[in-house]
């Protein structure tokens, strides 16, 4: 009797976990985003970044980062210095069967080369296209591209119109976006040394300011999630001399329900933006 309970008891554990969700976790939001997009119900998707108003770069780990990491069937992170923490965790937390995907392998990008990768759609695509395998749904990812066509449109509508436009930033969050639309983006060496935490040398802050003051740029980028003394500054100069300062965040707000929807409404702003230009 006790055998027959233990079988049966038995038999529906191992149906509950046939059956348990995939448990899916990104490092940062906007690959959780696609993650949900691509495994919907069959998914559970733990997203750790996803806070706007919190700068990613300090971002220090917790229990809940831990917990988080441990119970990972597949993992999501961007690579690039941007999320080290995470191989760290990996090694000394990780399922042993646990899937990764770094980001930056998947699309090829090395390390000291711009990390906001996310800013690419074509990474996202390259990005749905693997999780879709791994979890074999094909379909999801066909429905994924076609979702990503009214941002091909915007883009392409956008450069049509603005191809050549020099801009700069104070972070090179959105650099990938920029060379997308066919834009040239200036200063891209002091947007680097910000992003690694250090402070501009005296000849990248002149040649920004110059960048400014001159009229090179027409439009100023700068991460509405960290604000610093030398990106207020810049910003400051950037009003007082007629340039457009347009700020974007590096994080998915939570009130975008896709990637596509977030893009959309940067690339809507800053049109905009741009229609306001002499």
Avoid at 204 to 217: C, P
Wanted: aromatic letters at 12%.
């Amino acid at each position: 009797m006790i055998r027959h309970f233990l079988t049966f008891f038995g038999f529906f554990f191992s149906i509950g976990h046939v059956f348990a969700a995939i448990q899916i976790v990104a490092v940062e939001n906007f690959y959780g985003k696609i993650a949900k997009q691509i495994g919907g119900s069959s998914v559970a998707v733990d997203s750790i970044l996803g806070n706007p108003n919190q700068n990613p770069h300090e971002f220090q780990t917790d229990a809940a980062t831990v917990k988080a990491i441990a119970s990972a069937d597949i993992l999501i992170y961007n690579g690039l210095g941007y999320d080290d923490w995470v191989e760290k965790l990996l090694r000394v937390n990780g399922k042993p069967y646990c899937k990764t995907i770094k980001v930056a392998d998947l699309v090829r990008v090395k390390m000291g080369q711009n990390p906001h990768i996310w800013y690419d759609p074509e990474t996202m695509s390259m990005l749905a296209t693997r999780l879709a395998q791994i979890l074999n749904r094909s379909a999801a990812a066909e429905a994924f591209e076609k979702s990503m066509q009214p941002l091909r449109e915007k883009i392409s509508a956008l450069r049509g119109k603005t191809s050549g436009l020099k801009v700069t930033a104070t972070e090179s969050i959105f650099g990938y976006m920029a060379r997308s639309l066919g834009w040239e983006m200036l200063n891209y060496d002091y947007q680097q040394t910000t992003v690694n935490n250090a402070e501009p040398c005296f000849q990248q802050s002149v040649n920004f300011e110059k960048a400014l003051t001159e009229g090179q740029a027409k439009v100023l980028f700068y991460n509405s999630q960290v604000q610093n003394p030398s990106a207020k500054r810049m910003q400051s100069i950037a009003k007082r001399h007629g340039i457009a300062v347009v700020g974007i965040t590096e994080t998915q707000p939570h009130y975008f329900l896709t990637y596509v929807d977030w893009m959309l409404w940067e690339l809507s702003m800053i049109e905009g933006v741009l229609s306001l230009l002499k």
